[in-house]
């Protein structure tokens, strides 16, 4: 109560200063006038009397300084008046201010933006009720140690689900592709078939209706389905009464039951725009052998995760047992939902720029400190006379720990500002098909995390780097700085130590950065330069999936696939077209499991490698080499013995020693048996980065296909035939939703990410560099002006011009050497975390190595030459006057 | 040499001048300091500016209150009264004080009577 009152009464009274101290003034010396009256009264004279009246009274400027000191807060009065002192000396040199600002804003928004997205990502829990609880099952070998990539067998799953006692609930879900024919144009969607607990398990509500129970869930009941938030918003126009409208998806009639919330998600799944159940058939249900269900559970409150992994080992030891066929070495791996989100989408790759953006920073901080350094030294006499005038050296460090607090204070409004803006450039780099894989869309804010990160390293990194030059000058001996003659020949040898330490430091942290950054660049243009195994340039390409109900028999399906060739082919622009059951970084792929004739597998062993049903023009079109043998051609006709091409890689491994054309495969659960006619070259499907890898091509007259890729090589530019190449498949079947885009596009999409992360890498590379080289240049430019005076003893002496520049660049150089060879030594150590992100690059790749440290070396002899060329041309006269 | 004059500790001070604005009612800052001079007879060394500063922090406690007012020689002069808070703080002070004094009092009492 007392001391909120005095310091309401004290902060109040720093505001009417004048009139407060005018009227201490007036009470002061009406007190001595009185003393001095009353001592005339006793006899003295007027002079004596006040005389006496003043040694009474003690020091009036002390008792009016004490009283002021009392009456206001010093602290704040203190603070208040360094800052306005800082705000003038930043004022006073516009261009270090700016210099420096600037950095910092670099340095600090950087950190800004990489972090917004290591909050979303690794600090705020998944938009879900008590997110610890959610776990993810997925088949796991534990004789060969591979797991199946977040999915299981139905059988075992929804034996499981019947029998275990640790999880509330447990949901299967899987992605699939909806034709939504009415309703406007056909589209093709993204959607989800889900179990009917699965928005229970993840606590979501629908703003609409309701959402799925156990009878919907079942095979054969009513079709139901449930809109996303979007698309209700989209193509339903928002419709409030949407509920219990039938909508046609793939020719059947579904009843709409609810309509999600837009801000629900669920990252695993990615893109949703409808669910359904996923009412699978009795026989779906006890299919043990598949595995191919992603399903994810909910743990009960009480049971710890051990518990559920105890159980979940022991149920499926018994299930080895009961079924060794299928389950041999199999169990389920569970593991926490918010680690897999975690690592699924940019994870790794956040953290690496996080790293990289943290030494940035670090970076920025040194110039910085380097450059108030500089300053600190050529401001050593006004700090002198300072304190001659009285002031403490705590005092005067306390103002340019202040001062530099201020600096880094308003580089940290930069930093925001700056920081804001790549948060959103980030954004809008993340390409659309992605982001709903990532947690909150990829959307980012600067949020009270970010924010409290932002504050908390500017002041951070303001104290420590403020620190430095604030211990220098609180040790000044003020009697011998002010007996010194020049203004120039000061700043003390230990301070320039310290710069030179700032120099190096830097310029080794730049150089890692920049290794770092350019094995990643290195390893992005090698990946993009690489060759998918075909040439995608001038390529369409347009899928589309064929629906069950419409497209019942295999002919139906032969007929539109080759009638829409044909008219594709007759378009004029179009070179060569084909088709096939899916295209290189087309989305999901297919796979089938073979064996090898006579080459039986063992029990609970597989095989498996990815699948295409092609046209006969598809090797062509997509100019995939032939390595053996031949392409299909028309004796590979409906009805005829089955023809398969394979991959190079998987020859060369199945048949290392032989000749593969004329062998034999048993392909997929009919056990349809092919022989190899050809060989071609290993093709790209996933991503640009991707190991070569076995692939199996089969002619589409033997496999027809529901998935229908058509690639289509055009004379010009791909794009303006996208139009051309959609009417035509229309013109057979109107009702088909076409999504079509040049195969480089698809190509693009797949390798967004990288992209990001290479731009990144880019700007942060070249910041590093910029900050290093402002760095060596600052220090030498300031060393050849502290020198001044010997550089002219030297020429006065006879050194010629050529050797005082090969002195300056040689101190530049030296310094510069050290950090390189520091950076380089410690960039070795730090590439090692990178090598997972490289791609046909070493973590210690020479050339980007010996290539970096060249570079720095030549831009530090670069950043030297100026300062050196200044100290050759000095007039010897004019220098050793110099002050 | 003059017998030494003790310093006047800052709680010490306090406690003299709400008495004596207790005593004698308000009174401007010469007033305050002639009245502590008499009445330690000259033993207590007081520089009367030290005075300035503890009357300030006193009503930045809200123990004393202060008025500009015109002094008996028709000068301007400020006025320091006592408060209600500040009567309490004198009683409690002078309460403390008083078990202080009697416990020293005992103390070397004690001292002397010791074998």
């Known amino acids: ?883 | 040499m003059p017998p030494s004059k003790a310093e006047v500790l800052q709680g010490t001070l306090d406690l003299i001048v709400l008495k004596t604005l207790d005593t004698l009612g308000p009174l401007h800052g010469y007033g305050i300091a002639q009245r502590v001079q008499q009445v330690s007879e000259d033993l207590l060394r007081l520089n009367q500016g030290t005075l300035y500063p503890a009357l300030l922090r006193l009503e930045q406690r809200g123990w004393i209150s202060s008025k500009w007012g015109v002094s008996e020689n028709n000068r301007k002069a400020r006025y320091y009264s006592l408060t209600k808070r500040g009567k309490k703080q004198l009683a409690a002070e002078a309460e403390s004080w008083e078990r202080m004094a009697a416990v020293i009092a005992r103390l070397l009492a004690g001292a002397e009577g010791a074998p």
């Open chain 1, 1 to 883: 109560m007392n001391i909120l009152r005095s310091l309401a009464m004290r902060l109040g009274s720093m505001f009417r200063k004048r009139k407060l101290d005018a009227d201490l003034d007036a009470e002061l010396r009406a007190h001595l006038d009185a003393l001095a009256e009353a001592n005339i009264r006793r006899g003295m004279s007027p002079e004596e009397a006040r005389f006496a009246a003043r040694r009474a009274f003690g020091g009036f400027e002390q008792t009016k300084s004490l009283y002021r000191d009392q009456r206001g807060l010093p602290f704040l009065e203190a603070l208040v008046q360094d800052l306005r002192f800082g705000l003038r000396m930043l004022a006073k040199s516009p261009g270090f201010s700016a210099v420096a600002i600037l950095t910092l804003a670099l340095g600090i928004g950087g950190n800004t933006a990489i972090f917004s997205y290591i909050d979303a990502w690794f600090i705020e829990p998944l938009p879900f009720p008590h997110p610890d609880r959610l776990v993810i099952f997925e088949t796991q070998d534990k004789k060969h140690g591979w797991t199946s990539g977040g999915v299981t067998s139905a059988a075992d799953f929804f034996d499981f689900q019947k029998q275990n006692t640790s999880f509330e609930q447990t949901v299967a879900w899987t992605v699939a592709n909806f034709n939504l024919t009415s309703d406007g144009s056909p589209e093709l969607v993204e959607g989800g078939r889900v179990s009917c607990n699965y928005f229970d398990a993840l606590a979501a509500k629908p703003i609409l209706g309701r959402t799925f129970t156990a009878e919907d869930d079942r095979s054969g009941a009513p079709h139901v389905v449930i809109l996303s938030g979007g698309l209700w918003q989209g193509r339903y126009a928002g419709d409030p009464k949407v509920i219990g409208r039938s909508i046609s998806i793939g020719g059947e009639a579904y009843t709409v039951v609810g309509v999600m919330p837009g801000t629900f998600q669920f990252p695993l799944m990615g893109v949703a725009n409808l669910w359904t159940p996923l009412a699978l058939t009795d026989k779906q249900r006890a299919d043990r052998g598949n595995v191919w269900i992603p399903a994810f559970g909910r743990l009960k409150p009480d049971v710890t995760l051990e518990q559920a992994r105890a159980e979940t080992a022991t149920f499926f030891a018994h299930l080895e047992k009961e079924f060794p066929q299928t389950n041999a070495n199999l169990t389920w791996l569970v593991s926490s939902m918010t680690d897999r989100i975690r690592t699924e989408e940019g994870g790794p790759e956040v953290m690496i720029c996080f790293a990289i953006v943290g030494l940035v920073l670090l970076i920025a901080c040194a110039n910085v400190a380097n450059l108030m350094l500089a300053r600190a030294t050529s401001r050593t006499k006004e700090f002198a006379v300072r304190g001659a005038l009285g002031a403490t050296g705590r005092r005067l460090a306390r103002q340019l720990l202040t001062e530099s607090v201020l600096l880094f204070l308003l580089g940290g409004v930069g930093g925001l500002l700056f920081g804001l803006w790549g948060m959103r450039w980030i954004e809008s780099q993340i390409p659309g098909h992605i982001r709903a894989y990532i947690v909150n869309y990829g959307h980012v804010d600067l949020d009270f995390t970010t924010l409290a990160f932002t504050v908390g390293i500017t002041l951070l990194c303001g104290l420590i780097f403020g620190l430095a030059p604030a211990f220098g000058s609180s040790r000044l001996d003020v009697n011998r700085t002010l007996k010194e003659a020049s203004s120039q020949a000061s700043g003390s040898s230990q301070s320039a130590r310290m710069r030179r330490i700032f120099v190096a430091a830097e310029i080794a942290l730049a150089v890692v950065v920049l290794i770092s950054a350019t094995l990643l660049v290195k390893s992005f243009i090698i990946s993009v330069r690489s060759s998918p195994g075909f040439n995608p340039a001038n390529v369409m390409t347009a899928q589309l999936t064929l629906p069950k109900t419409k497209y019942t028999q295999d002919s139906q399906l032969r007929n539109f696939s080759e009638e829409a060739l044909a008219r594709i082919r007759s378009l004029p622009g179009v070179v060569s077209a084909s088709v096939a059951s899916y295209v290189p970084f087309g989305g999901f792929g297919q796979g089938i499991e073979f064996e090898v004739v006579g080459r039986p597998l063992q029990p609970g062993e597989r095989q498996g490698a990815p699948f295409t049903a092609v046209s006969r023009d598809y090797f062509s079109t997509m100019q995939i080499g032939l390595v053996k043998g031949r392409f299909f051609d028309s004796t590979d006709a409906y009805g005829s013995s089955t023809s398969v091409v394979v991959s190079q890689t998987m020859a060369g491994q199945l048949w290392p020693d032989e000749d593969p054309i004329g062998k034999k495969l048993q392909l997929g659960e009919q056990r349809t048996v092919g022989t190899i006619v050809g060989v071609v070259n290993d093709v790209k499907i996933y991503h640009l980065r991707q190991r070569r890898g076995w692939h199996i091509y089969v002619p589409m007259t033997q496999f027809p296909s529901r998935n229908l890729a058509y690639a289509v090589r055009t004379a010009g530019d791909a794009t303006t035939m996208a139009t051309a190449i959609r009417d035509a498949i229309w013109s057979v079947d109107r009702n088909q939703p076409v999504s079509s885009a040049p195969m480089e596009t698809l190509i693009a999409t797949v390798d967004a990410g990288n992209r990001v992360v290479t731009r990144l890498m880019v700007f942060f590379g070249t910041l590093a560099m910029f900050l290093g080289v402002i760095g060596i240049y600052g220090v030498m430019a300031h060393l050849v002006s502290q020198k001044i005076h010997e550089i002219g003893i030297r020429m006065a002496l006879g050194a010629s011009p050529a050797q005082v520049m090969r002195m300056v660049i040689g101190q530049g150089l030296k310094l510069a050497l050290i950090g390189v060879a520091v950076g380089a030594l410690a960039a070795l150590g730090a590439t090692r975390s990178l090598s997972t992100m490289l791609y046909q690059v070493a973590p210690n790749d020479p050339p980007t190595f010996i290539g970096v440290a060249i570079l720095f070396a030549g831009v530090a002899a670069a950043a030297c030459y100026v300062p050196a060329r200044r100290a050759a041309r000095l007039d010897p006269l004019v220098a050793l006057r110099y002050e």
